[in-house]
């Protein structure tokens, strides 16, 4: 099911209409933290056919490696050869230009319209020290290795799994090299705004692959759409959505489009966000006269009341173990961000530099705390650490808000001002690497990355 | 209606004693009868004019009271659009305080919905884009409240009153100039 992801295409909710693939919308445009990253080449991949590939693989790799803000492949230009495989590479060639890791691949015809896809991942500097034929003692004899040889796998794939399959192999590459898990094969979801005048349908929710491809609208209304906030299985989507001219949450499959009304209370309906476990719904309800934090049991519906107090508490978020909540509060005066113990609902107070700390989540490390800090007026992403309290503002731009962390904790999407409209933008977690994710068409806001999608 | 039934049964009656009358030549009692006759015609006659008259004037005071609903419907409605023209209160950045500027006209909504007790008002209460999503629908909220309690104050009966936020997501003036702030942060009285 997940795995045919790209290809399905939603059916219509009360607002929605079918929506097919639509042209991508978004492109990333890394604006800093390139120069620093490591080097590689991925050399493009050899095709053997003669029909035209349906998708570049090289080139989806090399851009997620790009994007990922740890890696700079090298351009074509600068390569000093097209080997296809490993015993092609004149690795001195490669060392003396400062290239230490390389990628080769090729692609054949296979029965049946299939593709068979190889690749190999190669450590150029080990395979400098060992000559490319390295020798270990087994059992008291000496056994040739190929141990610069970091991965060498092949696989047959349909012509519609390119994309995918360039996402896994990108995957296996940064997992292999940084020791972290690949966040390639994920998903965004985000609202556009289109011109509130001239269309009839402006709130749109949109789905997406990471890097903008394969966008597909789930919904649109008159009415603002808000705050959607992924499943931990990746199937279904939890939002807000004032189509009865007042806030009401909603779930709704995003493979089905089966869509199920969860509260409409008097007042406030938002900040719907899934517990770890996804058995657990976290909101902000105003029903008792001020937005208080809820945790909903979507198996019985019943609610259980976190906080309560005359302040604006507001923006629920899980820690990783699903035992405690950070949410945003006014109790102390100005907006800042509180940690609630949901046993024994005890809050204490996490932030305390800047003016205001809002729309805090939590790394799946458990390690940072992600906000959005005010300071003199302006509003940046910032990263604390939570063990020593340190602060540190990871962006430059303009009204940020809305940070949202991908599954490996990576890298941060979040809706900033760009030249006067609202367009995504991705940050480093640790600020280095910064991009654009400029929208040809409307306003683009509150992204929400969605978890391991395999 | 019901006196123009009264006209036509007299119609057919007074032929019918005619007819029996003319059995033999004209005598004194038919002259009598002919007399009593002409009488009954010309009473029957003024009654019909007497109860035309009332019909009329009937009529004319249905009128009279249908027009006077209608100007009085007219005055409401006019008095509701001259109200919708000024629905709008203005607040200062990250604050929900109903400024003394905006008190007449909100006072002018507080009476014109305690004369019309069937009419019922949405709040929507709006934020400018700083500060989060979220938080915005809070801020919306707690603006939207502050005109509630405003015209509960002044004797608007809370059924009548229904209050919902946007928070930042429906700008009136797209941008980000103080202008275009200052346009946004809105509590807005609809009547529904």
New interface residues.
């Given amino acids: 099911m997940k795995k045919r992801a790209y290809l399905i295409t939603f059916i219509v909710g009360i607002f929605a209409f079918i929506s097919t693939k639509t042209h991508a919308e978004l492109e990333i445009v890394i604006t800093e933290g390139v120069n620093n990253a490591r080097p590689i080449a991925v050399v493009p991949f050899k095709w053997t056919g003669s029909s035209v590939l349906p998708e570049d693989i090289t080139q989806v790799i090399t851009n997620n490696l790009l994007r990922s803000g740890k890696f700079n492949p090298i351009s074509l230009s600068d390569m000093p050869q097209f080997p296809t495989t490993e015993t092609e590479i004149n690795y001195r060639a490669w060392a003396d230009i400062g290239i230490d890791t390389v990628i080769t691949g090729s692609i054949e015809p296979v029965e049946g319209g299939q593709y068979r896809v190889q690749f190999q991942l190669i450590d150029v500097l080990r395979a400098q020290m060992t000559g490319g034929e390295n020798s270990v003692l087994v059992d008291g004899r000496l056994i040739a290795t190929k141990d610069h040889v970091l991965e060498d796998r092949a696989k047959n794939i349909r012509g519609e799994d390119f994309r995918q399959y360039a996402h896994i192999i990108s995957d296996i590459v940064y997992e292999k090299l940084t020791g972290e898990r690949g966040a390639f094969l994920t998903r965004i979801a985000y609202v556009v705004v289109k011109d ?1 005048v001239s269309d009839r349908l402006p709130y749109q929710l949109v789905i997406a692959d990471y890097d903008g491809a394969n966008e597909t609208r789930l919904l649109s209304s008159p009415e ?1 759409l ?2 959607p906030s992924w499943s931990p299985d990746g199937n279904k989507l939890a939002y807000v959505s ?1 189509e009865n ?3 009401q949450i909603f779930i709704q499959n995003i493979y089905t489009t089966e869509r199920t009304l969860i509260t409409s209370f ?3 309906n ?2 719907p966000v899934f517990s770890p476990d996804g058995e657990k719904l976290a909101m ?1 309800l ?1 029903k008792d006269g ?2 208080e934090i809820y945790v909903m049991d979507l198996a019985t519906r019943q609610l259980e009341r976190i906080t309560r107090n005359r302040a ?1 508490d ?2 629920p978020a899980w820690a990783p173990d699903g035992k405690t909540l950070t949410f ?1 509060s006014e109790r102390g005066g100005k ?1 800042q961000i509180y940690k609630v113990d949901l046993k024994t609902k005890r809050a204490r107070r996490l932030t305390f530099e800047g003016d ?1 700390n ?2 805090a989540e939590i790394t799946p490390d458990n390690a940072n705390l992600v906000v ?1 800090n ?1 300071t003199q007026g302006n ?1 940046h992403i910032a990263r604390q650490q939570l063990s020593t309290g340190n602060m540190l503002v990871l962006t430059k731009t ?2 940020d ?2 940070p949202s962390i991908a599954p490996n904790g990576s890298m941060i999407i979040y809706s900033t ?1 760009h030249e ?1 409209k609202q367009v995504l933008s991705l940050v480093s977690l640790d600020g280095r690497f910064k991009a654009l994710l400029p929208a040809t068409d409307g306003e683009v ?2 992204p929400s990355w969605s978890p391991f999608l395999l | 209606m019901l006196t123009n039934k009264k006209l036509k049964t007299l119609l057919v009656v007074i032929p019918a004693l005619t007819i029996m009358a003319c059995a033999s030549g004209p005598s004194e009692e038919e002259l009598a009868a002919e007399r009593a006759k002409q009488e009954s015609e010309r009473v029957a006659a003024e009654q019909a004019a007497q109860e035309a008259a009332q019909a009329e004037a009937l009529a004319q005071a249905e009128a009279a009271e249908a027009e006077a609903l209608r100007v009085a419907k007219d005055l409401m409605q006019q008095e509701k659009t001259e109200l919708e023209s000024q629905q709008t209160v203005y607040f200062d950045f990250d604050r929900s305080t109903i400024k003394p500027e905006f008190e007449a006209i909100l006072k002018k909504h507080a009476a014109f919905l305690v004369k019309n007790g069937n009419l019922s008002v949405r709040i929507e209460g709006h934020t400018d884009s700083r500060g989060t999503p979220e938080y915005n629908i809070a801020l919306g909220e707690r603006r939207g409240q502050a005109v509630e309690t405003f015209l509960r104050n002044e004797g608007v009966s809370s059924s009548q009153i229904a209050v919902v936020s946007f928070g930042e997501e429906k700008p009136a003036v797209s941008g980000t100039s103080e202008y275009a702030f200052a346009q946004n942060r809105r509590g807005v009285v609809v009547y529904e």
């Fill in positions: 509130r603002p808000m705050s004032f001219k007042r806030p008097d007042g406030i938002g900040s902000v105003s001020n937005p604006i507001t923006e945003t907006a205001r809002l729309g959005v005010q509003y303009f009204l808000e809305s001002l006067g806001k509150s």
